[in-house]
Nanobody, 127 residues
């Protein structure tokens, strides 16, 4: 099992940027496909971005394409989400997820396919 901890959330004005990080507790993320999801009150959990085992494949929700970038930092053993040009509708709790997919190039946008989740970090975009 892997325990995940998110960090980097906060309050930012529209148009601003934040960088979220997801770090494991006690082990490496090398063999895990990773995803970032978000959830707002009264809404379903929504896929934001995903990255494959080795970082060769990525996927983004249409709502964040061109603004968000997911990446793996092997030196820090983290998976990061760089969020630029933030909008009020990006306000949510952001959660990272991990899974050992059978192929290293798999990126999944289905939250039901991930077994391991962090507790989330709040992102609020407001003036």
């Amino acid at each position: 099992q892997v325990q995940l901890v998110e960090s980097g959330g906060g309050l930012v004005q529209p148009g601003g940027s934040l960088r979220l990080s997801c770090a494991p507790s006690g082990r490496t993320l090398d063999n895990y496909g990773m995803g970032w999801f978000r959830q707002s009150p009264g809404k379903e959990r929504e896929f934001v971005a995903g990255i494959s085992w080795r970082g060769s494949s990525t996927s983004y929700a249409d709502s964040v394409k061109g603004r968000f970038t997911i990446s793996r930092d092997n030196a820090k053993n983290t998976v990061d989400l760089q969020m630029n040009n933030l909008k009020p509708e990006d306000t949510a709790v952001y959660l990272c997820a991990a899974e050992t997919f059978p192929r290293r190039d798999i990126v999944s946008s289905d939250f039901g396919q991930y077994r391991y989740w962090g507790q989330g970090t709040q992102v609020t975009v407001s003036s």
